[in-house]
């Protein structure tokens, strides 16, 4: 059974930083491309970064690039999420995910509770 639990959300201020992380279990994690995917509210849930099986490569949505970085750790099952220069727009539900294919869709159906971030003075 997959499991998917992120952690590490909160509220802070523009400019600041948060790290998410993401605990999965249930499926062999090393094999599986990861991804972040957020959620605000009153939108669709998109993708905000990915990275292959390895860790050797990464992929980030426009609005991210040079604030987020993406890492795994195949030992732990565990990915990450560092954000940096936060801003209210990134204010969203974020999720946890393998992904496939070149759009990095998300792999399983079932999703974690998610991980609150909330950007806001």
């Known amino acids: 059974q997959v499991q998917l639990v992120e952690s590490g959300g909160g509220l802070v201020q523009p400019g600041g930083s948060l790290r998410l992380s993401c605990a999965a279990s249930?499926?062999?994690?090393?094999?599986?491309?990861m991804s972040w995917y957020r959620q605000a509210p009153g939108k669709e849930r998109e993708l905000a970064a990915g990275?292959?099986?390895?860790?050797?490569?990464?992929k980030y949505t426009d609005s991210v690039k040079g604030r987020f970085t993406i890492s795994r750790d195949n030992a732990k099952n565990t990915v990450y999420l560092q954000m940096n220069s936060l801003k209210p727009e990134d204010t969203a539900v974020y999720y946890c995910n393998a992904a496939e294919g070149v759009n990095w869709r998300p792999r399983f159906g079932s999703w974690g509770q998610g991980t609150q971030v909330t950007v806001s003075s």
């Open positions: 249930g499926f062999t994690f090393s094999s599986y491309a």
């Open positions: 990275i292959s099986s390895t860790g050797s490569w990464t």
